[in-house]
């Protein structure tokens, strides 16, 4: 299980250089607002993979960065071919901002045993772990989705550099959120 604990936070460094890179290489084909959010995010997962929940502070930062960041991520694309590519990376961007404030939050400390009984031990941090866990499910609903059911919009190389994006992010999200 340590070995586990120890590669996280190189899955995570490669997913993000992975999806950064494939989000760079396909320039044209994507916008201004999904290439900000691709290096946003790539950015945040190499911190917090260097790092390693040892600074909340940090991760709170991040957080709100992240959240900012996939609000750009959609301005002005509805009604265009990248509308819903870039939805997608918002939608990674909000689960990796609310991986960091899972990590902020830091562990729920029992004080005495009125902490212990009912639902004392849950507070913040239980609730994001749920959000958590249906935000990574949503993110890998939506790239099999994407990836099985959609019709492409690219085609050739920029439509493979699309898809390794997509499938690094979904990986790096999870690796992240379910690592830490």
Not at 43 to 51: N, Q, R
Not at 61 to 81: E, K, N, Q, W
Not at 162 to 179: F, K
């Amino acid at each position: 299980m340590d070995h586990l604990i120890v590669a996280v936070p190189w899955l995570m460094a490669a997913a993000a250089i992975v999806s950064a890179v494939a989000g760079v290489a396909a320039w044209r084909a994507v916008p201004w607002q999904g290439r900000q959010s691709v290096l946003v995010m790539a950015a945040a997962m190499l911190a917090l993979a260097a790092t390693a929940g040892r600074y909340p502070v940090l991760e709170l930062a991040l957080g709100v960065i992240l959240l900012g960041s996939g609000m750009v991520g959609t301005m002005g694309v509805r009604g265009t071919a990248s509308a819903a590519p870039c939805c997608h990376r918002a939608l990674v961007s909000l689960v990796m901002a609310m991986c960091a404030f899972h990590g902020a939050a830091g562990p729920v400390a029992a004080v005495g045993p009125a902490t212990v009984t009912g639902h004392g031990g849950h507070g913040l941090p239980g609730m994001l772990s749920v959000l958590l866990f249906a935000g990574v499910g949503a993110v890998a609903l939506w790239t099999v989705v994407a990836e099985w059911f959609v019709a492409p919009v690219h085609h050739g190389r920029t439509a493979g550099l699309l898809r390794i994006e997509s499938w690094a992010m979904t990986a790096g999200v999870a690796v992240m959120c379910l690592g830490f």
